[in-house]
């Protein structure tokens, strides 16, 4: 959505935009825990890490010494075990217990310095993408130059409520600026929409082709570069949770600033069993199914 | 419900009734107050009496009507940088006199000035209000040599907006969707051209604008905030005239002249914006434009009954390309016909239409595109009466009723030919209110201006009922329940009983006046962006969205200065409460969105003031300065730990002044200086990174913590007329010159916190930082031709 508006916003009058520096208030830092697992034959990864001073670039520190485990409503045990910074991994190769019937839940426990923090999230269903095109088109205007335009066609299942991230990597490298989180709810951009059981529609499509480093115009693709693209079912909460990233985190700037929303912290479903004001955790939960596709864009 | 209101209407008119039989035997002199020029309605031009020290003013028609005992009576007519017409009236049995005033620099034989002061400001019952004739409007530099309604009243105490160039205008600390905005009795939906730069008032059409902050009298309603009642002119019935001007983004035009000689006149006025033109080159197929139309037309049948049609369509367009682009634009249409029943007895029946929408198309072609738009229609009717009781009783009743078309989205989707329509079902509802309202003069120290407004709302179907219920405070509603209603019955309605009242009370040259007004808003602006947009959306009152309620108290202190009243001064300060503001939940989605009543919630609003006015009208050298100390704060569950936040206007300080200094009868120099605090914006105190993504992240979960830097500018402009002094011109006209923002000031409209731009790979080090970004960072030099003839 914030896609097609920043593309209007080309105009400049006499505005002009510096960058400033401000003292931000000090504050302690906070929990962060980034648990998004998959039914992919890959490592699955959560980690726990401290929110840092807005200005601090630094690589987020990692926290350690956390017991992280993850049990399904069929009475498995997934245990993520410490390997380094923070990052708490499981492996499913070699294992019996897998992440793979569609309507299991999962509730993930972390233990760290005698506190518990649990979630929950549920494995929901993803279709299959039928097909990745290439089209070449004219330059149509400044935004949206001469060159190949990658779409993935996939159906959204008939039933409302069903919620997906598409993830696009370009030439093996995932397309993860903020402008290019694409999220649907069924075909559609929200669930007030009612798109449901269609293809998915033509914004959503077209989003695995993205923006430009400066964020002025959309990259075409050209002869040789590969497009991968994967739709990961993700429960309502995790939807409304990456849809508040993405009001948060897509400032481009400019003309665009007259329809930027405020800023707000985005929504956690990590739950402090004992919930104290001075340690405050953050982050989210969610197991998805994915289904992929990739293609390479020849002569 | 229903016979309560008849009740207190009953019981209301039944005290003034006892007045009217005492007034049985005076007599009424009435008529209307013209302009000589070109026969303009003159709108509060006073009349006043020598003998009895007393008076009345004329309507928003430029009607009058006082009732005297007999008598011979000496009768001044009065009216800023008029000359005062005085006429010895006998009073026998009733008279009707119509009067036509004549422009100071005309003079005329007959004419006597007088030494008389006008002390309008003083001596009325209104507070709280602004006027501006646009004669004064032209003075002022405005953006790109562009003179402008909205930025206008902007230099004025009490008002403000969020930044330059945003739309529309915040009152006493009120949202912008919380002000009436009226063009010829129509509301107008959206009153932004370019996002806001400029205004929908072509100011070649506009003769007369009244904002009211405050004290606002009963026949008003609907908004909690102010009301802005712009006035077209009429047209030139006495010859025909073509005026017009060239400027740096637009060209106007307006014919205007009798169509049967002081019987009937017609006005109309073009602009459209041309930067689209010039740039062309440059820009491809992308274009960008507004225009815009205004027309009237009226007919006096005979001394007793005038018919009045007036219009207005404008739109903006942003095109990217032949297919794509967004679009936006109010209609508006109002039909009044004006009758005298009797001298006394004034009516006006008011039929109006308007309309604001917007689109956007996006795709290449019919096969992969997605068209969206949205509209507001309404259709009101409005009955008037005006009953001049006697010298010190002057009554307003009437109605209103306005019946509501909202769609919300009509959008459809085609994706490889697959075409899915995703528009929203319409919502509908009627607005009504009757009122009765009194100016009352209880003695020469104190009149008193008191009413009621009684306003009822029914959302209706056929529509969609959706049930919602709670969750955690600021976090959107659970759907529970959806039911259909086909009919047009009635799903919920609202009653509100409005109380008005305003009182002056005059001590030696100064007077203090005091108001309450009750307001109740039943449809809402819902905004999520940090400055008003083209797209906010307008939606009703339902069964899960209550009526915005307010309640403002006003006290201040009225004097002027110097020899015919050379300096007004006021001070006035205000204090508002308002209950059920409509806000958001956080992540709300406000677009194409079905559900959009889960996502909006309630919270209380309170805002305060001082404002302080100094005004110089008269001389080669006059302005103002105004300044406004204000706070404007809102609360809601869930937002900013459940406490108190500042709103996006509030402006701590706010301090415009204006000047116009006449250096020769040709030339004349102008200069308006703003100082504003900057506006409360958000700030984070962390980040965090999920997925990949750095996320911004404020700890004390604060809203509007942080202040952007102070705003301040100044805008200087030249007005010259060419030509010889002494010769005269077939055609009247001058040039404007104008530099918006001299000395460069780079005004911060916002800061803005993100990432770095560019793609980061997964691991890599992530800058983040603040941005400061600035509408206007440069001084914009402007030349403007205008010409009458």
Redesign the interface.
Known sequence: ?KR?II??I??V??????????D???????L?V?A?INDKAEPQVISL?A??????????RGIAGATVEVTDSKGNVFEFRDNLNGKYTWDPTNVAEKIETVGTSYQLRIELNGKVYTASSTLHRVPTIDSLKFTF?EE?????PEGYYGEF?ATDFRGQGDTYWIKAYKNG??????F??NIAYD?????????DG??????I?DAVT?LN???DAIEPYIIGDSLYVEIHSITNEAF?FL???Q???Q?????D???????????TNIVDQTPDLNN?V???FNVSSVSGRGRKLLE | MNSGRQLILFSLLSIFSVTILSAQEKITLSGYIKNEADGEAMIGATVFVEELSTGTSANIYGFYSITLPPGTYTIQYRYVSFSTQVKTVELTEGQRLDIELVTESKQLDEIVVTSEALDANVSDVEMSVEKLDIKTIEKIPAFLGEVDVLKSIQLLPGVSSVGE??SGFNVRGGSVGQNLVLLDDAPVYNSSHL???FSVFNPDAVKDIKLIKGGIPANYGGRLSSILDVRMKEGNSKERSISGGIGTVFSRLAVQGPLKKDKSSFFVAVRRSYIDILAKPF????T?FFYDLTTKVNYDFNDNNKLYLSGYFGRDV?R??ER???DWGNVTGTLRWNHLFNDRLFSNFAFIVSSFDYG?S???NDL???DWNSRIVTYTFKPYFNYFLNTNNELLIGGEATYYKFRPAE?V????G?V?D?S?DNKFALESAVYVDNTQKLSDKITLRYGLRFSTFQYMGPGNVYEFQPTSPG??KELIAANQVNGRESIKTYYNLEPRASLRYKIGNGSVKASYTRTAQYIHLVS????P?P?DLWTPSTNNVEPQLGDQYALGYFRNFGGGNSFETSIEGYYRDNKKQVEYV??A?I??????EGDLINGDGRAYGVEFSIKKNVGNLNGWISYTLGRSELKTDGINNNEWYPT?YDQTHNLKLFGEYQITKRTSLSANFTYITGAP?????????????????????Q????RIPATHRLDIGLKWLPGKPGKERRVNDYFVFSVYNIYGN?NP???????D???????D??????????????P?PAISYNFVF
Not at chain 1, 24 to 30: F, I, M
Not at chain 1, 51 to 60: I, K, L, M, R
Not at chain 1, 259 to 267: C, I, Q, R, T, Y
Not at chain 2, 757 to 763: A, D, E, K, L, S
């Open positions: 959505m097609l593309i209007l080309g105009f009058f006499y505005s002009c935009e510096d960058e400033v520096s401000i931000l208030k000090e504050a302690p830092s906070a962060v980034d998004w890490t929110t840092q001073g807005y200005f601090n670039s630094e690589e987020p088109k149509q205007n400044v935004f949206q066609v490298i995932f397309l993860n600026n903020p290019d989180l075909a559609g951009f929200n669930a007030g929409g009612n798109i269609f293809v998915f529609i033509q914004p499509q993205p480093d400066d964020l409304y849809q508040e990233v009001i948060q985190t400032r481009d700037g400019g003309f600033e007259i329809f930027a929303e405020p800023l707000e912290n985005v929504s405050k953050i982050g989210f | 160039g945003s996002f806001g730069f820009t491809n197929d992308a960008l942003f990217f390309d794509q682009g967004f956007f996006f795709g290449e992969d595109k997605f959008a989707g085609v994706s490889d697959q899915s995703i929203l976090e959107r999520n962006t940090a400055a947009t797209i956080r992540g989605d677009f194409i969105n079905e559900y959009l996006r914006i958000t700030a984070p105190t962390s980040r965090f990174t999920i997925q990949g993504v750095t996320i911004p992240y404020d700890y004390f979960n809203r509007n913590n942080l780079k409209f916002s800061i803005f916190f993100s990432q731009q560019g793609r980061v790979i997964m691991g080090q992530v800058n983040t930082l603040a941005n400061q970004f600035s509408i206007i960072g440069a914009v």
